[in-house]
């Protein structure tokens, strides 16, 4: 059995109109688990969420109590009792708890828990219980075992009384024969009256949490009182627990509903921003086509354009070929030129030498 440390023995409490919710799978591992619940505890949601509700167990609780609790849970059936819990810092708080299993196709798929706040005088009870179960005695004490015989055979000795007294006051022989012969009758009729409405009621409080172990933590009382009180409270819980589920889904309901609203909301603020964002996009697109379309004017006047700069240079590379053609000619005709100028002053030298021939003889003359 489990055994959670520290502990403090210091009590919290949480306010009577409060109510602890929290449900299980088959192995007792939380799968839910209210806001009340996680602010008593000391724990996170986080933390509870998957973990096993044991982990809240605190260990003053005896074990024969969890065992109880989960023997009448296998069988369908719904428990309750008084609980010290455990919380995170190793402080306890004490809950009147109603477990209830959870049935899909009438298979136990987990159980749910819903505790208030129990009495003073309850949690006095349950002390008692778990003191004395610690020190190993007895759930139930011997008295609490023969005082409900008692109970029952009670009417049968009281009329036995009566019938005797009627015979000491009748004093006579005759008087005490028939105080002894009515006693027996008359006790038994009046007993098997008793016992035929007590059983009666009794099956009806069968079909509910009358067990005698729990029934030490609610009442005082012992034998078919005890179960009969206990049927009641029993009944009274699980009506509790109903509006407490019914109250609890309601809130889940309304907290969904509250998120659709406001999902909606952002929805149609949404939409609207994205409709001024389509009529952007569409002006957009309009500006966009005409500025595509001034671009593709553009382009053909630049297409034009770099046409007539082709044209103009395919112009200008024949004007260049013309132009070094023409240097060509030129070049070659100032060659030409040379040649000629040499050739004019080769002449010229011998011109010069028949002159200076001519002169020559002409002095010799």
């Given at each position: 059995m489990r055994n959670n440390q520290p502990i403090t023995q210091h009590e919290r409490t949480f306010p009577a109109e409060q109510r602890l919710i929290s449900t299980t799978d088959t192995r007792g591992t939380i799968t839910y688990c209210n806001d009340a619940f996680v602010d008593i505890s000391g724990y996170s949601e986080a933390e509870l969420l998957g973990a096993a509700h044991n982990t809240v167990r605190h260990p003053d609780v005896p074990p024969a109590v969890f065992e109880h609790m989960w023997t009448t849970l296998k069988t369908g059936q719904p428990w309750m009792g008084i609980v010290k819990n455990r919380c995170k810092n190793g402080d306890h708080y004490w809950?009147?708890?109603?477990?209830?299993?959870?049935?899909?196709?009438?298979?136990?798929?987990?159980?749910?828990?819903?505790?208030?706040?129990?009495?003073?005088?309850?949690?006095?009870?349950?002390?008692?219980?778990?003191?004395?179960?610690?020190?190993?005695?007895?759930?139930?004490?011997?008295?609490d075992k023969w005082l409900p015989v008692l109970q029952d055979w009670l009417p049968f000795i009281l009329v036995s009384q009566?019938?005797?007294?009627?015979?000491?006051?009748?004093?006579?022989?005759?008087?005490?024969?028939?105080?002894?012969?009515?006693?027996?009758?008359?006790?038994?009729?009046?007993?098997?009256?008793?016992?035929?409405?007590?059983?009666?009621?009794?099956?009806?409080?069968?079909?509910?949490t009358s067990d005698p172990l729990i029934a030490q933590m609610y009442t005082d009382s012992r034998g078919p009182q005890a179960r009969l009180e206990m049927s009641i409270l029993s009944q009274e819980a699980r009506l509790k627990t109903c509006l407490t589920r019914l109250q609890d889904t309601a809130e889940h309901l309304t907290s969904q509903a509250r998120q659709s609203n406001s999902l909606a909301n952002a929805s149609s603020t949404g939409l609207e921003r994205q409709r001024v964002e389509?009529?952007?996009?569409?002006?957009?697109?309009?500006?966009?086509?005409?500025?595509?379309?001034?671009?593709?004017?553009?382009?053909?006047?630049?297409?034009?354009?770099?046409?007539?700069?082709?044209?103009?240079?395919?112009?200008?590379?024949?004007?260049?070929?013309?132009?070094r053609e023409a240097i060509q000619r030129l070049s070659t005709s100032v060659g030409e030129t040379g040649l000629?100028?040499?050739?004019?002053?080769?002449?010229?030298d011998e011109i010069g030498g028949v002159v200076d021939v001519i002169k020559g003889i002409a002095d010799q003359t």
């Open positions: 809950v009147n708890a109603y477990v209830t299993p959870m049935l899909e196709n009438r298979k136990v798929v987990g159980f749910e828990s819903v505790r208030i706040k129990p009495t003073a005088e309850q949690i006095r009870r349950a002390e008692a219980l778990y003191a004395r179960i610690n020190k190993g005695k007895s759930a139930i004490p011997s008295r009566l019938s005797f007294l009627i015979g000491v006051w009748l004093n006579s022989h005759w008087g005490f024969a028939l105080a002894a012969a009515l006693s027996v009758p008359l006790g038994l009729l009046g007993l098997s009256w008793q016992q035929r409405g007590t059983k009666r009621l009794l099956r009806l409080a069968e079909q509910t389509t009529e952007q996009v569409a002006a957009a697109i309009n500006q966009m086509a005409a500025t595509t379309q001034e671009v593709a004017s553009h382009v053909n006047r630049a297409a034009d354009a770099t046409q007539q700069a082709n044209e103009l240079t395919r112009r200008g590379r024949d004007i260049a070929g013309e132009t000629t100028v040499i050739r004019l002053a080769k002449d010229s």
